[in-house]
């Protein structure tokens, strides 16, 4: 059942911000994952802030230099089909395309998508957890076969959910933010906060701070992008190892590589064990033998996940090997 | 209505000879429209939303009900304080443990009774208060408002610990709910001489039913007269237990359940649900709805237990089976439920083998009763019996389809060898395996595996027996054939979303020469139609369609007499043709049917017919062989199935649409076995289920099971059986899917997987 709540839907960014920054408001674009957060009771609202109204927010569009701005109210649906998303960022295309089922993708936005909250099921159950204020994780000695195996700390195990957010992050994306002080940008690989530095956020925004466009930088000519995701049934699931891949080659030579990994951390994971493996190398059978090792690298798997560091590797090995593939 | 020729399919040919009284039915041996593809008589209401479902009754001045759970799987209530939610706004009646229309009433699971509010509460979500309110929301505040103080007490969740000296008693008198132990000749003996022996443990999880349509119900009073709308598989079988609670003589307690979204065996009998909404809705005198949450659903319907089984056995070179050693550990959950009910059957009966032993112990763990669930404990002993058959295959190098056809008993074994009266084990594996092409694709496999080292591919198989399915006495149907020709049919039976309506107007239609439209089908309510079982062991159709049968020749035979006298010719020289009534002897004589005077006079003729018993000194059983085709990516543990077939023996085929139907959902209720369900409980900290939505209860999607799915049926005339020679198959279809997957997936990966479900995670522990 959901709490009692007022519903306001703002015209204009400032008043929307205006509308957010109070205490207990919350803002709703698709409201996928919110509605659901207050029917299981897991945060405090009662003022839901519509952004529905927002035409600022609507929107695929390439930029003067040949990039590309999002509204944050795009559908997961219609950044995996526009034909402007698919040519320049195949992996964000492929990423949007893995995001749970046709009617949430539908329905859901990009926005929402990066912000949307941790699927742990004690979160989401009836625990009272340390990231809803309560004094222990539940996962960490609990069941925990679909949690984080790198950057917890053994604070807070969850895996960021989102698809698209290690993909954006892998492009260079950033994120233009409107709020109380004005507007600013921050970079999507940015946007996440691990459970060290703070267990009861999952993003940097504060009261009030509302995305309104996602802009990716003009591609490289030689970029090579991709996502690929193992979840344990084949749809309307999470990712339980994903990886996301942006390559700049020069010829069959990684130039530059930027690999972001999903169900593996609090936040999108970026590793550099492999960029650093990769980097300058033919993705050959040797760099990929050494890739699938770089992938573990730091690690800190739990009693029941330990399964996830031969995934990763499976999966790294499988996306390079693609990669490698002249085309 | 005018006469209108449009209502028959039959017009001057004779529909089935109708028997002289008192003698029965004789076997259709050809048949017009029973057996064709013919969609759902329903199909337009239940698409368009017209059908009325227990969960869309609205009635005036209805309110609605909420349940106070316990959020522990095991807690003593020290205190109960009602008094702020009855000061709630919109509450209108409340009650609990204390409340006088509450005491002495008690809830049975199998013998047991329990008190229907029992402070001390054994498992997450036994009922501890209950509330009506003017909203669901007010309803829902209400229950919030309650305060309780508990005493969390220890608890168990694992089966497998639940007998040990530690573990926390469920019950004063121990955690075993029962052990059961079967033998015939000797195990040991047959073992030792046998030329292959293996031996294995087998895991099969938990698994919840999650149909469609939530558990619930509306309660209505009209002065001592209780009407109630449930989502459920049988009305008889709700009026029954709801008046046993209550004290209420049958003929008060009127039941209601003309649609309904699935219950796989979940929904044989009410929930403690339907008697509070009783309570409530008498206590505030108004109808109370009360629809459980998905959440509620996965605490305590019930579920399939899981089960530990561990199997050894033996084969001689020559594929002999010599012995067969079997044990099994399983839940019932907080109270007694049939943990480790029939799962083994497999065991006992499907293969021939004189030397058999199988032993089964049933524990109670602190965690929701099970319920049965579609072919309960079958699907389980064949996860382990299938695979271990490949395994003695394998071990004396023998293809696994010609082992098992090496075993193919000829009578039950299990019921002291009496015979069935047809088995298509043989046949089913045999066409199956051609159709299938089994040899080829195993020949294909292993060359693709030869080659390619990322993706692998396998084909498996397993074969199945199911415990029943022959149905049988009782139940009653009554036809109606009105003065226009058109017919209606009264039966108690459900449709729980397998068509019952649909093959039941198929066969009155077969029998009267109407088409199955213009047949009106009246069912599933105690006030109104005739008495029904509930709808499970797939006895629905080998029950209700001889009785169907039995009615519409009824009609036929009163028609006939009736006829006699308008056309002056003894009635057993008549013959019913649909249209009209005939004589053998001249055909000049002949009277439409709506022209019969006495049926113009009456209005109607009534044809009761009742089930006949079954067959003695035989068994009626389906069988089947399922074959499946996959890949596995061995990097990712994902796992393709590419196709399926089912091969299944259910006797007659009434719909073929229906049937296919069937097959495809136990197939891929049989991939969720295999390779996606699980209940999950907290069992290191709180015992509190994990995963209570359709997120983390992964049932399959539609990406997980085949679009290349095949059904095969095997039609064997079994005029023994019953008068249509339908048996059941809405069970035996989901029986050997999973393990038919367990063999495919060795065959890909050369790794046994014994433990259910075998998603990614399992596959990347074990590869
Ligand atoms: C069953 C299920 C399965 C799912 N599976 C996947 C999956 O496999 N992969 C995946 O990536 N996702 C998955 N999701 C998540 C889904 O993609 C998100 O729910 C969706 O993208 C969120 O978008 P929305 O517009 O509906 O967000 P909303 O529900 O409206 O909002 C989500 C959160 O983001 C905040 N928010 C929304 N827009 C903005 C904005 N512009 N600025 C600041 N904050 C904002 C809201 O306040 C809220 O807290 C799944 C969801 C469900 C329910
Ligand atoms: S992983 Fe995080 S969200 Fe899950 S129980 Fe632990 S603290 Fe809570």
Known sequence: MLPSFSYVRPETVKDTVKHASARGAALHAGGTDLIGCLREGIMDVDKVVSLSALADLYGIRETADDGLTIGALATITEVAENPLVRNKYPGLAQGASEVASPQLRNQGTLGGNLCQKPRCWYYRGEFHCLRKGGDMCYALAGEHQFHAVFGHDRICVITHPSDTAPVLAALGAKLRVAGPDGGKTIAVENLHVPPRDNVLTETVLGPGEVITRIDLPRPAANLKSSYRKVRARRSWDFALAGVALALEMDGDRVENSRVFLSGAAPIPWRSRSVENVIRGRRLDDKTIAEARAAIVENADPLPGNTYKLELFKGVIEEELSAMGRPE | ?767
């Not at chain 2, 539609?702 to 059986?721: F, N, Q, R, Y």
């Open chain 2, 1 to 767: 209505m005018a006469q209108d020729d449009s209502i028959y399919y039959r017009q001057g040919l004779p529909v089935p000879e109708t028997p002289e009284p008192g003698r029965d039915a004789g076997f259709w041996e050809t048949t017009d429209i029973v057996g064709k593809r013919v969609a759902r008589v329903d199909g337009y209401e239940r698409l368009s939303g017209a059908a009325v479902y227990p969960s869309d009754i609205k009635l005036p001045n209805m309110i609605y009900g909420a349940i106070l759970r316990c959020p522990h799987p095991h807690a003593r209530v020290k205190k109960l304080n009602t008094a702020p939610a009855r000061k709630m706004p919109g509450v209108r009646a409340l009650i609990s443990g204390d409340a006088p229309e509450s005491g002495g009433l008690q809830w049975k699971y199998d013998d047991y009774a329990a008190p229907l509010f029992d402070p001390h509460c054994r498992f997450e979500g036994e009922v501890l208060a209950a509330v009506a309110a003017d909203t669901r929301y007010q309803a829902w505040d209400a229950v919030r408002a309650i305060k309780v103080e508990y005493e969390v007490l220890p608890y168990v969740s694992d089966h497998d610990q639940a007998l040990d000296d530690k573990a926390p008693r469920v019950h004063e008198s121990g955690n075993l709910v029962g052990s059961d132990e079967y033998i015939r000749g000797d195990a040991d003996k047959g073992l030792s001489r046998a030329d292959a022996v293996v031996e294995q443990t087998y895991q099969t999880p938990c698994e919840l039913h999650t149909p469609m349509e939530l558990h619930g119900c509306v309660a209505n009073w009209d002065g001592d007269r209780l009407t109630i709308w449930e989502s459920s598989q049988g009305v008889y079988a709700v009026q029954s237990r709801i008046s046993e609670v209550l004290e209420m003589p049958l003929s008060k307690v009127r039941v209601i359940g003309h649609y309904m979204g699935g219950g796989f065996g979940s929904k044989l009998q009410p929930g403690k649900y339907t008697v509070l909404a009783a309570l409530l809705a008498r206590k505030a005198a108004r109808p109370v709805k009360m629809i459980l949450t998905r959440e509620e659903t996965y605490l305590c319907v019930g579920n399939r237990p899981a089960n530990t089984m561990r199997l050894k056995a033996g084969a001689r070179k020559d594929g002999t089976l010599t012995g067969l050693d079997f044990a099994c550990t399983g839940p019932s959950g907080a109270y007694p439920a049939g943990g480790t009910s029939l799962v083994d059957w497999q065991i006992r009966d499907l293969y021939q083998c004189d030397n058999v032993r199988c032993s089964s112990r049933d524990v109670y763990i602190h965690a929701g009763p099970a319920r049965p669930f579609r072919a309960p404990g079958h699907p389980q002993g064949s996860w382990a019996l299938e695979q271990m058959m490949d395994d003695l295959a394998e071990k004396i190098g023998m293809d696994p389809v010609e082992l098992r056809l090496k075993n193919i008993p000829e009578v039950s074994q299990a019921r002291g060898n009496i015979p069935y009266t047809t088995t298509g084990l043989r046949q089913c594996i045999e066409k199956g395996a051609e159709q299938f092409g089994w040899k080829a694709a195993v020949k294909k496999a292993r060359e693709h595996n030869r080659s390619n080292r990322a993706v692998k591919r396998g084909v498996g198989m397993g074969a199945c027996v199911w415990i029943v399915g022959g149905g049988g006495p009782p139940a009653t149907v009554a036809i109606k054939l009105f003065r226009d020709g058109s017919v209606n049919l009264n039966m108690g039976a459900s449709d729980i979303g397998t068509g019952t309506k649909t093959v039941m107007a198929l066969v009155a239609a077969e029998e009267l020469g109407i088409r199955p439209e213009v047949i009106q089908i009246e069912h599933a309510d105690t006030g109104t139609t005739q008495y029904a079982t509930p709808s499970g062991g797939s006895k629905t159709v080998p029950t209700e369609s001889p009785t169907v049968r039995n009615a519409a020749i009824d009609v036929k035979r009163q028609v006939l007499e009736m006829a006699a006298e308008d056309l002056d010719v003894p009635a057993a020289d008549l013959v019913y043709q649909g249209a009209e009534v005939v004589s053998g002897s001249n055909s000049e004589k002949r009277i439409r049917v709506t022209e019969v005077s006495r049926l113009k006079k009456r209005g109607v003729v009534m044809g009761v017919g009742y089930r006949g018993p079954n067959p003695e000194g035989k068994s009626v059983n389906p069988f089947g062989a399922q074959f499946c085709e996959l890949e596995v990516n061995i990097g990712t543990g994902e796992v393709s199935i590419l196709r399926f077939l089912g091969a299944h023996d259910s006797g007659r085929v009434l719909d073929r649409l229906t049937y296919d139907n069937q097959v495809f959902g136990g197939i891929v209720m049989g991939i969720g076995l295999g390779l996606t369900e699980f209940r999950q409980l907290d069992a290191k900290q709180t015992g509190k289920l994990c995963n209570r939505n359709w997120h983390d209860y992964k049932l399959p999607t539609a990406l997980d099971v085949p679009a290349d799915m095949v059904s095969l049926p095997i039609e064997i005339d079994d005029p023994e059986a019953n008068n249509t020679g339908a048996k059941g198959l809405g069970e035996p279809v989901t029986i050997p899917t999973a393990a038919a997957i367990a063999n495919a997936l060795y065959m890909a990966t050369s790794v046994r997987f014994t433990r259910a479900p075998v998603n990614p995670i399992e596959i990347r522990r074990h590869l």
